[in-house]
């Protein structure tokens, strides 16, 4: 049953009912609309109310529907809204909960709207790089006025109805303690007789001087809305709700709805959107796996990376006993999530009350003892595979059973650490992002023997944590890290070749990262990729480098810590000031390894960068290690600042054709250091078959 058909009395009741939020699919509209006609046929009925059953009047599209022919037909949303309006017979949308989208596009073709109070109404479509395509444009600001309706169509942010109480919007909103529908059946008997039926597109937009807050408007969203086109199309199509009549609004509307469907910006959120929900699916686990129960974590490790996790627990109401090898590590930990929370707190993002909750669940302690009872405990010391298997061996012993022991590591053998307990089942990654306690992605490290239900409860937890959990294999450096080390090693053989670190960020950043390699690396720590190059040239003696970046270290240059890494930085500015020392020993560098420097442009170093690590990629997902190309881009727009309007590093390469990307790889596989280059199997068999990553 898509929508329930009741009479009571000389009222027509219409009852939504397509869970969870009663989204418009298909079925739903047609079901809406043989209500509609029902009601109309039947000489009792004077007056047709539509509400929606359980949690929502409706979300609005259905998004189970989106990207297939369903979505578009008939009837469709806009026949469904026309049955509605051209009713001969009053027709009373009864809100609660959520009317968002299509369901609010809904409600303003009915003739009157009632509504219960706190309920979230919205037109999110600019959030997808959309704009509402069924009338919203047209007939919020009709009922609402230009400047509220501008502001709700270009934020895509909820307002709650009863501070839309005292606008057209809204003919009554009830007690919150009322019945909705027997309320708005007793209001549909009021007004059954009434006549003329009161139209949204009848009404006129009243605003003095509308093109001056019109251009107002369109200098601050232009200024706000960077390389999205939506929230300016918002504006001209609200505009046209002032400016045109409604008949040439809605074609408008429907003109630049077709338009922005089209834009990669749009597609590239609306596969963010989507891949944030695929994510948390996996295969083998079905979503009925029992999950174990997280009251009481414990963190191992009081650093950078533990305070923040430990912040994560501590928001979600999780009490956090931290451990530490030295009371004073211990204190110095505790009184930096202390002195975070006081930042937050002056920022007036945090009150009194929910900062003394918080203080008050976190202890801490020097004894594994104290641990023994935690649901889940995170190990997050110091990346040496001695330490870690100290740590494990002693959780091993002290755990309760059924305990999730998780490690943080970011580029150990995760099943070797497993290796040192006796519950290799219970032993699972979790790789969270520096500041641990913002950055959204939680990568969940699956290893050989973790159980599925611990999985399932880490990617839970991640939920609950508000993360993006996204699942990887055990390799080295998982997905996220496998990739930048790609990127890493172009960005300093483009410096060997003839770039220097301001051209590459630049040219990075002006591509949409938020940061370029070497501003990145100043702002991490230079010496951390040295720690790492320096294991590798023992390790995998097969792997090059550039060193230029060693050379950097050793004149001491470790970045902001220092106060000087790949630029020169000044206290208390965050500014990058290129350094002449740092570029001539680049130059240097180029001359002792008989490299003769030229010019790079930025097309080539972005293509380098980002093809580098597409091509790692896609050896990652033939190995399996991610579950699905989209997983690989949330790792990248959620944890590495990869520009959310090119969809990530795997739907950027689909938008630029697989063959012209295996094309690019073929070419730089012929220059300096051109032995990086491997196209990947799979890069190879997709390019050829004409099919893409996502696709
Ligand atoms: P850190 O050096 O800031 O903190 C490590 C803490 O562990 C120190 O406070 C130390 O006293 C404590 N510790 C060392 N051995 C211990 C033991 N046996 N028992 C209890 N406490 C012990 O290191 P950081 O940066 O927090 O890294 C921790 C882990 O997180 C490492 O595995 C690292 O690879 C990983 N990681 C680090 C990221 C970063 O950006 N810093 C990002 C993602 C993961």
Redesign the pocket.
């Known amino acids: 049953m898509t929508a329930e058909y009741q009479v009571r009395g000389t009222v027509a009741v219409i009852t939504l009912n397509n869970p969870p939020v009663n989204g418009l699919g298909l079925a739903t509209r047609t079901a809406a609309v043989k209500g509609i006609q029902q009601a109309l046929a039947d000489d009792a009925v004077k007056a047709i109310v539509i509400t929606g059953a359980g949690k929502a009047f409706s979300g609005g599209a259905d998004i189970k529907e989106f990207n297939s022919p369903k979505a578009l037909a008939e009837p469709s949303l806009h026949t469904l809204i026309a049955t509605a309006e051209g009713s001969t017979k009053p027709v009373v949308a009864a809100i609660h909960s959520v009317c968002m989208g299509g369901g609010l596009e809904l409600s303003l073709g009915c003739h009157y709207r009632v509504a219960m109070p706190g309920a979230q109404i919205a037109l999110p479509e600019v959030k997808l790089g959309l704009l509402p395509g069924a009338g919203g444009t047209q007939r919020l600001p009709r009922v609402l006025g230009l400047e509220m309706a501008l502001n709700m169509i270009v934020s895509g942010t909820p307002v709650l109805s009863d501070k839309l109480a005292n606008t057209a919007l809204f003919d009554a909103v009830f007690a919150a303690d009322a019945d909705l529908v027997s309320s708005a059946v007793a209001f549909a008997e009021t007004i059954a007789d009434a006549r003329p039926l009161p139209k949204a597109r009848d009404r006129k937009v009243d605003y003095p001087n509308h093109e001056a807050f019109l251009q107002f408007s369109r200098n601050t969203v232009k200024a706000m809305s960077g390389p999205f086109p939506a929230p300016l199309e918002c504006v001209e199509t609200v505009a046209a709700s002032v400016t045109m009549k409604f008949e040439d609004g809605m074609k408008f509307e429907r003109e630049r709805f077709l338009h922005l469907i089209q834009t990669t910006e749009s597609k590239a959120l609306r596969h963010a959107f989507f891949a944030e929900r695929v994510a948390s699916k996996v295969p083998d686990v079905p979503a009925d796996t029992p999950v174990r129960a997280i009251k009481q974590a414990a963190v191992?490790?009081?650093?950078?990376?533990?305070g923040g996790i430990a912040m994560n627990f501590l928001n979600a109401g999780i009490p956090v006993v931290m451990?530490?090898?030295?009371q004073e590590?211990l204190d110095k930990?505790l009184a930096t999530i202390r002195k975070n929370y006081e930042n937050t707190m002056k920022k007036g993002k945090l009150t009194q009350e929910k900062f003394d909750q918080r203080m008050a669940l976190v202890s801490g302690t020097l004894a594994y003892e104290d641990i023994g009872q935690a649901d889940i405990v995170v190990e997050?010391?110091?990346?040496e595979m001695g330490?870690k298997e100290?740590?494990f061996r002693k959780l091993d012993e002290v755990m309760k059973p059924g305990a999730i022991l998780a490690s943080?590591?970011?580029?150990l053998d995760l099943n070797q650490i497993a290796g040192y307990t006796k519950r290799p089942q219970d032993v699972i990654g979790t790789?969270?992002?520096?500041p641990a306690n913002v950055m959204k992605l939680l990568e969940i490290v699956r290893g050989a023997q973790t159980g599925k239900d611990v999985l399932a409860t880490a990617l839970a937890l991640s939920k609950k944590l508000k993360k993006t959990g996204v699942v990887s294999g055990v390799c080295d450096g998982f997905i996220g890290n496998r990739m930048i080390e790609q990127y890493s090693r172009q960005a300093g053989f483009l410096l060997e070749e003839g770039a220097l670190p301001e051209q590459v960020d630049q040219a990075v950043e002006k591509f949409g990262f938020a940061m370029g390699p070497f501003r990145m690396g100043d702002l991490?720590g230079n010496d951390i990729g040295w720690a790492i190059r320096k294991r590798r040239y023992v390790e995998k003696p097969e792997i090059s480098y550039s060193r230029t970046a060693d050379l950097l270290c050793e004149m001491g240059r470790y970045g902001q810590k220092t106060g000087a890494g790949w630029y020169d930085y000044k206290a208390g500015d965050r500014k990058a000031y290129p350094n002449e020392q740092v570029n001539a020993m680049i130059v240097q560098h180029s001359a002792d390894i008989g490299v003769a420097r030229r010019q790079i442009s930025d097309q080539e170093i972005v293509e380098r960068l980002v093809y580098s690590m597409v091509n790692e990629a896609a050896h990652i997902l033939e190995e399996g290690i991610a579950l699905r190309a989209s997983d690989i881009d949330m790792v990248y727009l959620t944890g590495y600042g990869f520009p959310l309007f090119r969809g990530g590093p795997m739907f950027y390469a689909d938008t630029v054709g697989l063959p012209n990307v295996l094309a690019a790889i073929n070419k730089y596989a012929q220059g300096h250091q051109g032995g990086a280059w491997k196209p990947a199997p799979l890069l190879v068999k997709l390019a050829g078959e004409g099919k893409g990553f996502n696709s």
């Open positions: 191992i490790g009081a650093g950078t990376m533990g451990l530490e090898t030295k590590a930990g997050a010391v110091f990346e330490v100290a740590v943080n590591t970011s580029t790789h969270f992002f520096s991490a």
